[in-house]
C-alpha cells in the first residue's frame, strides 16, 4: 500500500534533453519541498496521436538513453509506457513503472510481458469499459508474475469527441488492486475535436484531482509543461509546470 499519495508528472512526450531537465529540476524541488513520492513521466514514443504528421518522439533506442540520464542525473524514478510488446524487456531495464496505454489494456502480450520485466505495471483504464472491467487485465499481470500492479482512471467516451469522468471508478478499482492513480490531464482531453488532434481544457485538472482524492486515489498522474501550449503533443491539457506546487500542497 502506498502511504503517501504518488506523484506522476513530466511532459507528455520527450521533446528534448533540456524539456527534461527543467521539469526534473522542479519535480526533485518539490520532493524535497514536500516529502513525496514523485515519479518522472516521459513519452519516448506516442503511437496513437490523431494525425500520421503528428510528433512522436525520439523513439525507444533514444528515448530511454534520456530518461536514463535524467534517473542518473536526477535520482528520480521513472515512468514510461508501451505500445508492444517487445518493447518490455528494454524499457524494464531502465524504468521503475512500465504503464500500459487506455487503449491498449486489453492486449494480453502487452501486459504478459510487462508482467514479466518485474517492474510495477499501471495499466490505465480503457475509455470504454468500467472500473470493474479492470479486473481481467490485473488477473492477465498477476498470472503472468506482476509482483505490483496499478490501475488508473482517466475517463470514459460517451459519444464524440469528449469524456466523461465516473469517480465511482477510483472505489471500485480499488477492490481490485490498493493503489489507483487518476491522471488529471488525459481525463480533460476532447480526443481528435481539434481539426486533426486533441484539444481539451487544463483550466479543470485541478477539481480533477481534489474530487479524485475525495474518492480515494491513491495517486494524481499530472502532463506538465514549461510552457503547454507550445507542446508537441497534448498541448491543450498540460498543466503549467509553475502550477504544479500548489496543486500538490492541496492534494497532501
Known amino acids: 500500500m502506498i502511504n503517501k499519495p504518488t506523484f506522476i508528472a513530466g511532459p507528455c512526450v520527450i521533446e528534448s534533453p533540456e524539456l527534461l531537465c527543467t521539469v526534473a529540476e522542479e519535480l526533485v524541488r518539490l520532493n524535497e519541498k514536500y516529502d513525496i513520492n514523485i515519479i518522472f513521466k516521459a513519452s519516448f514514443d506516442k503511437a496513437n496521436r490523431t494525425s500520421i504528421n503528428s510528433f512522436r518522439g525520439p523513439g525507444m533506442q533514444e528515448g530511454l538513453k534520456m530518461l536514463y540520464d535524467i534517473k542518473q542525473k536526477y535520482g528520480l524514478r521513472l515512468l514510461t509506457d508501451i505500445h508492444e510488446s517487445y518493447q518490455a524487456e528494454p524499457v524494464g531495464e531502465v524504468v ?26 499501471n495499466i490505465k483504464k480503457a475509455q470504454f469499459l468500467s472500473g470493474r472491467d479492470m479486473k481481467y487485465p490485473v488477473q492477465k499481470c ?11 482512471e482517466r475517463g470514459n467516451c460517451f459519444g ?7 469517480f465511482r471508478n477510483i472505489a471500485d478499482m480499488k477492490e481490485i488492486v490498493p493503489n489507483v492513480i487518476m491522471d488529471c490531464t488525459h481525463s480533460v482531453q476532447r480526443p481528435s475535436a481539434g ?10 485538472v485541478p477539481s480533477m484531482a481534489l474530487a479524485a482524492k475525495a ?38
Not at 146 to 152: C, D, G, R, S, V
Not at 216 to 238: C, I, K, R, W
Open 96 to 121: 521503475d513503472v512500465i504503464q500500459i496505454p487506455a487503449f491498449l489494456c486489453r492486449q494480453t502480450d502487452l501486459l504478459v510481458a510487462a508482467a514479466k520485466t518485474g517492474r510495477i505495471v
Open 142 to 152: 498477476l498470472e503472468s508474475g506482476a509482483k505490483e500492479i496499478w490501475l488508473t
Open 160 to 166: 464524440y469527441n469528449n469524456l466523461v469522468v465516473d
Open 195 to 204: 481539426d486533426g488532434k486533441t484539444i481539451g481544457d487544463r483550466k479543470f
Open 215 to 252: 474518492f480515494g486515489a491513491t495517486g494524481y498522474f499530472f502532463e506538465v509543461h514549461p510552457t503547454p501550449d507550445q507542446g508537441l503533443s497534448d498541448a491543450a491539457n498540460m498543466l503549467e509546470l509553475n502550477k504544479l506546487d500548489e496543486l500538490i500542497s492541496k492534494l497532501i
